[in-house]
């Protein structure tokens, strides 16, 4: 379940937002200033890892716990090397292309 937008990384782009397919961000409008959406909607959440994939801040957290919110310390997420850190397991980071070949769900789905 998404749990954290860390606000000091997060650059106000909205695009997790508009990639969350429950709807669970809101946009916050500020005149002159792009501040970080807020989770308006978390029950709503399906911990499908899309807002953390898309996001180019590395600013969200999703837990994987995905039937209830656990609390989470974002000093800890990230001295752990965290957030982020599925994002460049699947190969979307910048860098991290060549991890997308060792992902072989392909494979599975091949065969069906
Ligand atoms: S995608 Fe990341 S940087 Fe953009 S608004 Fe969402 S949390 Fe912030
Ligand atoms: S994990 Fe999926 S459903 Fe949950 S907030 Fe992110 S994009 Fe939305």
């Not at 978390?42 to 499908?48: E, H, I, V």
Request: hydrophobic share 40%; glycine share 8%.
């Amino acid at each position: 379940m998404i749990e954290l937008i860390s606000t000091e990384r997060c650059t106000g782009c909205n695009i997790c937002v508009s990639i969350c397919p429950t709807n669970v961000f809101d946009i916050v409008v500020s005149a002159g200033t792009k501040p970080p959406p807020v989770i308006a909607r978390g029950a709503d959440c399906q911990t499908c890892f899309m807002c953390e994939l898309y996001c180019p801040e590395d600013a969200l957290y999703v837990a994987p716990d995905a039937d209830a919110s656990v609390a989470v310390d974002e000093s800890a997420l990230t001295e752990a090397g965290v957030l982020g850190s599925y994002r460049s397991m699947i190969g979307w980071a910048p860098g991290t292309t060549a991890h997308r070949k060792v992902d072989s769900t392909f494979r599975l789905i091949k065969g069906f």
